[in-house]
């Protein structure tokens, strides 16, 4: 079974989606900071998607 949602609908999650990241935005900043303060440098591709 193949449910597409109409473009109206994709672009309203979208729409809140990014309404939600900017709400949460320094708290994600605060939480990545930590991450990248805890780093221990084992994984460079982890430390490059932290960045």
Avoid: W
């Avoid at 900043?29 to 084992?42: F, L, P, R, V, W």
């Amino acid at each position: 079974m193949n449910t597409l949602l109409s473009i109206e609908k994709r672009n309203a999650v979208l729409l809140r989606m990014a309404e939600l990241l900017e709400e949460e935005r320094q708290e994600i900043i605060n939480i990545n900071k930590t991450d990248c303060d805890a780093y221990k440098g084992d994984d460079i591709s982890m430390f490059d998607r932290l960045k």
